[in-house]
Nanobody, 123 residues
Framework: QGQLVESGGGSAQSGGSLRLSCAAS??????IGWFRQDPGKQREGVAA???????TYADSVKGRFTISQDNAKNTVYLQMDSLTPGDTAMYYC???????????????????WGQGTQVTVSS
């Protein structure tokens, strides 16, 4: 039985930082992505990374968020800096197999999803 377990969510002040972790086990994948969704809004792809370290970011987080991985631990991290209230959402990690040059942030390309971790940023 595979699983994706997110951790590291919580509350932060505007301008602050949080680091999310996604521990994967039991799945076959070559790409892990982070997505977020606020109630009443569409799910948004945030960042993704493949097993050789190529990464993709949404324009809304470029320069503020950094995705990284520890392949030995099957864990992907999302370092979030310069947080704003607009970053408030439930954050999900997802895993899938992609045969593309760069990882994509289309949610339909990810087969496995975690339960999510809440991030709340106050002004």
């Amino acid at each position: 039985q595979g699983q994706l377990v997110e951790s590291g969510g919580g509350s932060a002040q505007s301008g602050g930082s949080l680091r999310l972790s996604c521990a994967a086990s039991g799945y076959i994948y070559n790409t892990i992505g982070w997505f977020r969704q606020d109630p009443g809004k569409q799910r948004e792809g945030v960042a993704a990374i493949d097993l050789i370290g190529r990464s993709t970011y949404a324009d809304s987080v470029k320069g503020r968020f950094t995705i990284s991985q520890d392949n030995a631990k099957n864990t992907v991290y999302l370092q979030m800096d310069s947080l704003t209230p607009g970053d408030t959402a439930m954050y999900y990690c997802a895993a899938g197999v992609q045969s593309v040059q760069w990882p994509l942030l289309d949610s339909w390309m990810y087969k496995y999803w975690g339960q999510g971790t809440q991030v709340t940023v106050s002004s």
